[in-house]
């Protein structure tokens, strides 16, 4: 098929409100696009002056997603790699606070030759530069840019005004703008009103930029009729006009934007020809075993410490729909606020009664600490299957060495620095370390897996690589003790070093793994582990005595070895834990 000859450009905008689902506009333009054979890039641009979203609250930013090469980004990333199957990198996300920490590194550098540095022309460069730098870096025929916020933030102008300026240099046939408004249903009225998006596209139009396409999201369908005065009023054709009504799932997103042809709309607009038709058979199966799976439902709660906000758990939400999907089965989920385990009285198998497994979720920080490790404790005692992530599975050593162990004082470094079994510790390389940003293992690492485990009877193979965020790790020392009483140390880091796995012999499923699978799941490819354990929460309600586990089918993620999970230039092949390059690299 012909490609065309330059890369062409689509950025998505959004107005009247936040949190409308321009991440998941992109994603499912992105997946649409693909599916016709084109090579698609996504990327994210976020106007806050942070340099990442590293050292953000997850109350503040939601879940910080990693890359294989070890970006701290925007969880919008997640949805990109989730919906295109196609990894993401440094260049994928750009915060306005990296662009003014380039600007101002070239500055002192003297690299402006001594002129008046500007947000025009020299931050608006910067911009256009790293937009370049992925169109080089990549062999792509459409990249999607998203920006962030909402039009009438005064920090996103530089975002607009750059791509302002690239649609005047590269012309209309290269570059377009999708914006995404609200049309709110005015129950008391029973009407559809439009006048929010107006504004909205007046705003736009203030700076300089005429939408191409306008998405409209809406509680209920957009008439013919809504759509033509919409059109009117905002100098857009009708049928550039595209209703984005609410639907049960994120995955049937896509398929609403094919029936109203946005990815048509989208080729026309970039003179694109038309390639082949999309095969959305396997995606149209997912979301029907989504809707309607037919094993039944099992209920997972999910320990935490921002259970307030749901978002800071965003790719696990999503790893255990991909892994309900795959087991047939629907997941519900319960939330439970870890520091509830920490009170008196605390009844757990009254607030559990119904749960079918237990996950603890990551994060930072001592508090709801002990509260988790009695929720894991009530988990291994009760038999209820069990999984633990990166602090998750720190916990859960800490509740094996205490209750099982014997060794009473034990705990990690990170929350009790004189503790006499400090069973995580801080990783060697860490204990210098001064600076929070980009600082910590980050990014893909392979780990042996062991035979004859639980995890190697999911995983299929020996080796896999894993996307890791944390600076503590087990401590070697306590190796034998933990094995003489029933712990399984089931994947580790090639050289043997670095705990990665760990499982509970006689347990019908206590996985703890210091990485985080749910940044790899995907719709098409449910992570192994998300499998095992949702088939074993499924085992477990329906009164099994063990379950079956196997390799998920469609099959689990790429795990060979690759350039971006390989050692540091320069150290031994079985040596690992060098640190990766922080996002500031």
């Known amino acids: 098929m012909a490609r065309p000859k330059n890369v062409k450009y689509v950025f998505v905008t959004g107005g009247v409100i936040s949190s409308l ?5 992109s994603a499912s333009l992105g997946m649409l696009l693909k599916s016709r054979g084109l090579r698609v890039a996504i990327q994210k641009y976020d106007p806050y002056i942070n340099v990442d979203p590293g050292t953000m609250s997850p109350y503040q930013h939601g879940e910080v997603y990693v890359t294989d090469d070890g970006a701290e980004t925007d969880l919008d990333l997640g949805h990109y790699e989730r919906f295109l199957d196609e990894s993401t990198s440094q260049a994928s996300n750009l915060t306005m606070g990296r662009v003014y920490k380039s600007v101002i590194d070239k500055e002192r550098k003297g690299e402006y030759l001594g002129g008046t540095v500007q947000v025009v022309p020299h931050v608006i460069d910067e911009i256009k530069d790293r937009l370049a730098e992925l169109a080089k870096n990549g062999n792509y025929d459409v990249i999607i840019t998203e920006i962030g916020g909402t039009i009438g933030d005064i920090e996103s102008l530089p ?20 914006h995404l408004t609200f049309v709110p249903y005015i129950k008391a009225a029973s009407e559809l009103k439009t006048k929010p998006t107006q504004h909205s596209v007046k705003m736009l139009l203030e700076t300089g930029i ?19 005065k919409v059109g009117h009023f ?17 995955y049937e997103v896509p398929l609403t934007l094919l029936q109203e042809k946005l990815d048509m709309r989208v080729l026309k607009k970039l003179g694109l ?6 095969d959305l058979v396997k995606w149209k199966e997912f979301c029907q075993r989504v809707k309607h799976p037919e094993g039944g439902e099992v209920t997972v709660a999910i320990c935490g410490k921002y259970t307030e906000y749901p978002d800071a758990y965003k790719s696990i939400l999503e790893a255990l729909v991909h892994a309900g999907a795959s087991n047939d089965v629907k997941v519900n989920i319960r939330l439970i606020r870890a520091e509830d385990g920490e009170e008196k009285g605390y009844d757990f198998a009254k ?16 508090r709801g600490i002990e509260g988790k490790i009695e929720f894991i404790r009530y988990a291994r005692e009760a038999g209820i299957p069990f999984f633990g992530i990166c602090l998750g599975m720190q916990c859960a050593t800490v509740e094996f060495a205490r209750n ?23 990783m060697e390389q860490q204990k210098k370390v001064k600076e929070k940003g980009g600082t910590m293992r980050l990014g893909s690492y ?11 009877q999911v995983y299929g193979k020996f080796l896999i690589n894993e996307r890791h965020r944390h600076r503590f790790e087990f401590n070697n020392s306590f190796r034998p003790a933990f094995e003489e009483h029933g712990m399984v140390f089931s994947g580790t880091s090639p050289n043997g070093e670095l705990v990665e796995i760990i499982e509970i012999r006689d347990h019908r499923w206590f996985v703890a793994v210091q990485f985080h699978p749910e940044l790899k799941s995907r719709v098409e490819k449910v992570h192994p582990l998300f499998h095992g354990f949702v088939g074993a929460a499924r085992a477990f309600a329906i009164g099994e005595h063990q379950p079956e586990l196997g390799v998920p089918a469609p099959a689990a993620p790429d795990a060979e070895p690759s350039a971006d999970s390989a050692p540091v230039a320069g150290t031994p092949s079985f040596f690992v834990e060098e640190e990766r390059p922080s996002a500031e690299g």
């Not at 099982?404 to 006499?420: H, I, P, Y």
């Open 351 to 366: 607030e559990l009664a119904g749960v079918s497994g237990i996950l603890v979720a990551p994060g930072f920080g001592d």
């Open 159 to 178: 975002f607009l005004e750059a791509m302002r300026q690239m649609k005047l240099d590269m012309g209309e046939r290269n570059l377009l703008n999708i």
């Open 21 to 25: 689902g321009k991440g998941i506009l």
């Open 446 to 456: 392979p780990c042996i897996i062991r035979e004859g485990t639980k995890a190697h």
């Open 273 to 278: 020809k038309q390639f082949h038709e999309p």
């Open 234 to 250: 905002c100098n857009v054709n009708e049928v550039d006009v595209i209703g984005l009504n609410d639907c049960d799932t994120i």
């Open 404 to 426: 099982v162990c014997g060794l009473q004082d034990a705990n990690s470094t990170e929350f009790n620095k004189r503790s006499r079994y400090p069973v995580i510790d801080l």
């Open 210 to 228: 005429q939408p191409d396409i306008l998405v409209c999201r809406s509680e209920k369908p957009l008439s013919r009729d809504i759509k033509n």
